[in-house]
């Protein structure tokens, strides 16, 4: 099946400053979803973003299909911001996401 | 705005017993999913339905796991005869279905299961 990399696999940031977190896939996808979960274990979503570029207020995303990848922009962060950050895929006829392992934020003031 | 529910959010139970999951989905979603998350791993697919069929079933879902959705509407998980290694995060999503190619996927806030 697909595989799902993501990185860093640990980030600690202050109050205010920006990061860009990857996800490689291994084959053609159908759909990219990006998650943020909180403490309680809730995730959120962010983006779907099979291709091409999307903004919403502090965050963006960017998927290259062609080059197998991912980035997901956090600018100006806020501690809320903590928590980790899923990418997830779905490929090929069946319509089950793969979940890479995540990037685990930390936000200090 | 109504999102995905699930219910029990906690449930603990020893080994050996079966315990029942629900999962009611967004009302316009016809797809639903079960998923399984451990400590420190993303989420792993169980099973999903496009209406009441069940069309794909992982290979983590061992026979002592069953799943339903009569009606085409909420679906439930059940478990028997738990054991610890059961012990995870159990998420509930929907999904559309479309003619387009959007099949954004929705999570409710899932079910704690502690087996002791």
């Known amino acids: 099946g697909i595989q799902v990399e993501q990185s860093p696999p640990d980030l600690i940031l202050q109050e205010g400053a920006n990061s860009t977190l990857r996800c490689n896939f291994s084959d053609s996808v159908n759909n990219l979803q990006w998650f943020h979960q909180n403490p309680w274990g809730q995730l959120i979503n962010l983006f779907y973003?099979?291709?091409g570029t999307k903004q919403n207020g502090r965050l963006s995303a960017t998927t290259v299909a062609t080059e197998r990848y991912s980035l997901l922009y956090i600018s100006s962060s806020q501690t809320t911001d903590s928590g980790v950050y899923f990418c997830a895929v779905e490929s090929g006829s069946n319509y089950k996401l793969t979940f890479g392992k995540g990037t685990l934020l930390t936000v200090n003031p | 705005d109504t999102g995905v529910s699930q219910d029990p959010r906690h449930k603990i139970t020893k080994r050996g017993q079966n315990v029942t999951f629900r999962c009611d989905p967004i009302s316009e979603h016809n797809r639903l999913y079960w998923y399984r998350q451990t400590l420190g791993q993303g989420p792993e697919f169980l099973t999903y339905f496009q209406n009441e069929a069940q069309l794909e079933k992982s290979r983590l879902l061992s026979d002592r796991f069953s799943a339903e959705r009569p009606k085409g509407s909420f679906s439930t998980l059940e478990i028997q005869r738990t054991e610890q290694g059961d012990s995870a995060m159990y998420l509930c999503?929907?999904?559309?279905?479309?003619?387009?190619?959007?099949?954004?996927?929705?999570f409710g806030p899932g079910t704690r299961l502690t087996v002791l």
């Open positions: 973003i099979p291709s």
């Open positions: 999503a929907s999904s559309p279905l479309s003619g387009g190619a959007n099949n954004e996927q929705f």
